[in-house]
């Protein structure tokens, strides 16, 4: 029954190419834009850590007290370094890690050659098994390593490329900022977007690789300068690195690890017993107003999602919903017009739900032509959106199964959808009145 | 026109009628809201700012050692400045739109704290000697500053300028002294104060700090001698030379530096960086904006036609009884008229109600009340333009129809 209820589709929708055409256009431009626009947004709006991100945790301390919080009465979304070093010694998650952004030269190896930038960041011994860094070589730095403030460093399979070929670089040297590291780790193909253990400095997407992460007690100690924002409730008293580590500006990410709700609650505990102290001791005048987000919580706090891109998202809704009304009105039309041929076929005994079989058939033929325009376009679109969007977000997009199965999908339903109504119509209609005016 | 019987048929077909009505709905409120936004980016994208953008170049130099800066600097300058085409250079701590902002709080009073909230958050400039020319600043009140300003300048201790003179935009004066003049007056921070010698013409921040866009104009220059925190060199030259000037800087600073990284750029590519955003935006809203016309347009044109169809035989005994061809295609514009008013009433509230929605979780400002019956207009123009192609068949169908059956 059903092929020959495709047959009359197809013989159908000859009958009318124009309209045909219309509606195919109709669907595959609405789906295209949505489906487009859904690609960046789903880029953008994606868990970058997802097998683990409900355990991952970001303390925020209220230093600034009631001046310095924003209009909600928010904490900073930093640290000082004086209260992320109270946390680090502490040492109350199951893993932990203050850091900064760093950017220091290395010296290319060979005669003649010019210093690069790198970017990177200064972290403890637990960030790597923290955000589960892949390891090509190598691996992370001891603790013993974060103590002794040892010269050692992980770097980029890219930097690695660029330095030593591609090697197995473990064990040998990089000259960084005029001084030798000894390379420990050479880390895989690793560019978590958004780049979630250090979401203000980067504002979530980075183009620009993560090159080198050295034992932060280290860099430290070398001086090397926060490349970061730094913001301050007022000014330093020492000038320089020193006295912003002497400073109540904020400038340090920090995460921990918290493995089930007891830890979570133990560490919250900890964070207000901190706060309590610090207050006891004068140098907070205030209650402790802490905050323990999770990842996925404060990516959402952080608006890591611009929100150019959710407006986008429903810009293209909108279009998608003209494009259906405008598709729901056609099949009308063109069911209707043939009201004295369902008026045949009921008269020689069709069920009511024979004539929506044969409708909804035809209609979800259209919707799924207009499902293969949809991802051609779409597949243009993605295409595009890398001259059209900034490069760090556009690289993101990408057409996938998923996304193509989507598109297939959401063309048919949406079109199945627009075609009840005109398929209702078509089913009510007396055959007795359509024979006799014939 | 009598309305009567258009209303009377069209109460026949209640649902395609209001099919229309909702998609003409849709279309109006989308519209109102995608060519608001488009109006917004793009008046963002084409910000005014009161410098020689089309001359300039800038190398941004890191990694220069911070102890020789003060013999490096002027060495810097002096060999840029035999660069062929060059007529002006300068180095500062940041350039508008470069995206490294200098954030402060000023206040108006000595007793105000910069976290109070009266303060006024605004981007530092500081700039060395001869800044003025190279960027193309131009004074509205006051002076330059001198000499002797540059020469005993300095970053002091602190992350503040130690220095006594500023010179403040026009905006800026305008937010911290409304309504005076601002020459003469003291401007502090912390324990800071700068007394303002010149008032220049709106020049733009390095980011979107601080108020966001009302405050993008909130900068204020302070001159300084040669230190390692400044470190983007700016040239001035022909819009022509601009390209080959730019590259040619950063030649000219990777080699006199080996050990640092320079970085040559036009202004005119900063901008477009920094704009990046919000053109690709404005193309993505042009491109929704044209297809959904386009497919209400097609919307109209298919439904009318259906209508005309339906209805030869009405045609024909109206023509065989006495109407025009004129009549017959002024009904089927009236009906469109009626139907696209009420389309566009609807479009209307839902245009506000979107816009409302959009302002409450998105950083969308308030549309003016004139998108509305813009909005409205384009769309009723639309839907006339494709209701005349299905009119004008409808006017050609011959009175000769009324006798033919079905």
């Known amino acids: 029954m059903f092929s020959y209820y495709l047959q009359l589709a197809l013989r159908s929708l000859k009958r009318s190419p124009g309209l045909t055409v219309l509606m195919v256009l109709a669907i595959g431009f609405g789906v295209a834009a949505s489906m487009t626009t859904y690609s960046v947004f789903r880029a953008v709006s994606g868990d970058p850590i997802p097998w683990k991100s409900s355990k991952l945790f970001v303390p925020q301390i209220d230093m600034w007290g009631p001046k310095g919080r924003s209009d909600n009465g928010e904490p900073p979304d930093a640290m000082d370094y004086a209260d992320a070093m109270a946390l680090q010694r502490a040492h109350r998650a199951k893993l932990q890690s203050a850091m900064y952004q760093v950017s220091p030269s290395v010296v290319p190896t060979g005669a003649g050659k010019h210093p690069i930038n790198v970017s990177g960041h200064a972290v403890y011994s637990e960030f790597f098994p923290m955000v589960d860094a892949p390891f090509r070589y190598g691996s992370g730095w001891g603790d013993d390593a974060d103590r002794q403030r040892a010269a050692v460093v992980v770097i980029s399979s890219k930097l690695n490329e660029k330095l030593f070929g591609g090697a197995n670089s473990v064990g040998r040297s990089v000259s960084i900022e005029g001084k030798d590291y000894r390379v420990v780790g050479v880390l895989d193909d690793w560019n978590p977007q958004p780049r979630f253990y250090d979401v203000v400095n980067t504002g979530g997407f980075s183009s620009g690789n993560e090159d080198v992460f050295l034992p932060f007690e280290r860099a430290i100690d070398v001086g090397m300068p926060n490349d970061g924002n730094t913001n301050c409730s007022e000014i330093p008293a020492e000038s320089g690195f020193v006295g912003l580590q002497h400073s109540s500006c904020v400038w340090l990410a920090y995460m921990v690890e918290l493995d089930d709700a007891a830890a979570v609650s133990a560490y919250r505990q900890y964070l207000d017993g901190y706060a309590r102290d610090q207050q006891q001791a004068g140098r907070f005048g205030w209650a402790p107003n802490n905050r323990l987000r999770s990842l996925p919580d404060w990516l959402d706090s952080e608006k890591v999602v611009p929100s150019d891109t959710k407006v986008s998202l429903l810009v293209a809704l909108g279009l998608l919903i003209v494009c259906l009304v405008n598709t729901a009105g056609l099949l009308l039309a063109k069911f209707l017009r043939r009201s004295s041929e369902i008026g045949v076929r009921r008269a020689l005994g069709a069920q009511r739900t024979a004539i929506y079989a044969q409708f909804l058939t035809e209609a979800g033929i259209i919707g799924l032509a207009g499902g293969v325009l949809g991802l051609l376009l779409t597949g243009v679109g993605v295409a595009s959106v890398s001259w059209v969007l900034p490069k760090d977000i556009a690289s993101l997009a990408r057409l996938d199964a998923p996304l193509l199965v989507l598109t297939l999908l959401v063309a048919t339903a949406a079109t199945l959808l627009a075609g009840l109504y005109p398929t209702f119509r078509a089913s009510r209609v007396q055959p007795a009145w359509q024979l006799k005016s014939n | ?406």
């Open chain 2, 1 to 406: 026109m009598e309305i009567g019987p258009i209303l009377a048929s069209l109460r026949k077909h209640r649902i395609p009628a209001l099919l229309i009505v909702l998609e003409i709905a849709l279309a109006c409120a989308v519209l109102c809201n995608a060519v608001f936004m488009i109006g917004a980016r793009a008046g963002e994208i084409r910000l005014s700012d009161a410098i020689d953008e089309q001359g300039l170049s800038v190398v941004t130099l890191t990694g220069a050692d911070p102890e020789r800066a003060s013999s490096e600097i002027p060495r810097n300058l002096d060999a840029l400045r035999r660069i062929p085409g060059v007529q002006a250079v300068a180095v500062l701590n940041t350039m508008p739109l470069s995206g490294n902002g200098w954030n402060v709080n000023f206040t108006t009073r000595p007793d105000m704290k910069p976290t109070d909230k009266g303060s006024i958050n605004s981007n530092i400039y500081l700039m060395s000697e001869g800044a003025d020319r190279a960027l193309g600043l131009r004074l509205k009140q006051g002076r330059m500053f001198g000499s002797e300003d540059y020469a005993s300048s300095t970053m002091g201790a602190t992350f503040a300028p130690e220095t006594h003179v500023a010179i403040v935009s026009e905006r800026l004066a305008g937010r911290l002294w409304p309504g005076q003049s601002a020459l003469g007056r003291k401007m502090y921070m912390d324990k800071y104060w700068y007394q303002v010698v010149g008032v220049v013409a709106d020049v733009l921040r390095p980011t979107r700090a601080g108020a966001g866009l009302p405050g993008i104009y909130d900068t204020v220059f302070f001159p300084m001698q040669p230190t390692d925190v400044l470190n983007y060199y700016v040239l001035r030259s022909a819009p022509a030379d601009r390209d080959r000037v730019a590259r040619q800087a950063e030649d000219t600073l990777a080699r006199l530096d080996p050990g640092a990284v320079a970085e040559g750029k036009t202004f005119v590519d900063m901008r477009g960086d920094f704009f990046s955003g919000a053109s690709s935006m404005v193309w993505m809203l042009v491109l929704v904006c044209v297809v959904m016309l386009a497919v209400t347009a097609f919307g109209i044109v298919g439904l009318t036609s259906f209508w005309v169809a339906q209805r030869r035989r009405q045609i024909g005994i109206r023509r065989a009884v006495g109407a025009r061809r004129g009549h017959i295609l002024s009904y089927f514009r009236t009906e469109n008229f009626l139907l696209s008013a009420a389309g566009v009433a609807l479009g209307m509230v839902l245009a506000f109600g979107i816009n409302l929605y959009l302002m409450q979780h998105y950083e969308v400002d308030r549309m003016p009340w004139y998108y509305l019956p813009g909005g409205a207009i384009a769309l009723w123009l639309l839907g006339q333009a494709a209701v005349y192609g299905p009119a004008h068949r409808a006017a050609m169908v011959p009175p000769v129809e009324a006798t033919r059956s079905g």
